[in-house]
C-alpha cells in the first residue's frame, strides 16, 4: 500500500498542474478517483485484518518504542482515511458519482456546492503530511533493521518466521 500511496501523491501533484488542453485533463484524475477508491477499500480491509488478527511479537523493542510504533500505524491509518475522504469530497459535492475503471459507481452521499475548495485543502494538507511521516517512517525502520539488527523489516516483506528445516530430515 505505501508503493501506492506514494505514487498517488506523484500523480496528484503531476495532475494538478495539467492545463485544459493536455490530453490527460480528464484522464489523470479519473485514474486517481478510482484508484483512490480501491485504496480506501483495501485500507478497510487492513483495517479489519488489523483489528481481528493477532499482532505479532514487537522483536526486542522497548517499551517507548512499541508505544510509537501503536501510534504510528494507527496515526497513518487515521490520517489515511481523512486522505481518502477528503479525495472523495472533491469528486462528489455535485451529486455525481465516482466511477470506478467502469467496474461499480460510488455515489454521492452529500450534494454541497463549495465543498470541493475546503475537501482540496485538507487532502493537500494531509497528503503532504503522510508523505512527510512515511518517509520518516521508513527511516526508522531503515534504523532497526540496519543500526538495531531487528528483524521487523525482513519479517514485514516475508511474513512470520517459519520453522527451520532439519536438513536430515529433508533427505529422508
Known amino acids: 500500500m505505501a508503493v501506492a500511496i506514494f505514487a498517488m501523491f506523484a500523480l496528484g501533484v503531476w495532475m494538478v498542474k495539467l492545463d485544459y488542453y493536455s490530453p490527460y485533463y480528464n484522464a489523470a484524475p479519473n485514474l486517481h478517483r478510482s484508484v483512490g477508491i480501491l485504496l480506501l477499500i483495501a485500507l478497510l480491509v487492513r483495517w479489519l485484518w488489523r483489528i481481528t488478527n493477532i499482532k505479532p511479537d514487537p522483536d526486542g523493542l522497548s517499551p517507548l518504542e512499541q508505544k510509537a510504533s501503536y501510534a504510528a500505524h494507527w496515526g497513518f491509518y487515521v490520517l489515511l482515511l481523512g486522505l481518502m ?38 487532502h493537500r494538507v494531509v497528503a503532504y503530511v503522510v508523505i512527510a511521516l512515511a518517509v520518516v517512517h521508513t527511516l526508522a525502520a531503515l534504523k532497526h533493521h540496519f543500526v538495531d539488527k531487528s528483524k521487523i523489516l525482513s519479517r514485514m516483506w516475508s511474513g512470520p518466521p517459519r520453522p527451520a528445516i532439519n536438513p536430515e530430515e529433508e533427505n529422508h
Open 85 to 122: 475522504v477528503s479525495g472523495y469530497l472533491i469528486s462528489t459535492p455535485d451529486g455525481q458519482p465516482i466511477d470506478v475503471f467502469g467496474w461499480f459507481d460510488v455515489p454521492s452521499v452529500i450534494k454541497m456546492r463549495g465543498l470541493e475548495s475546503s475537501a482540496g485543502y485538507v
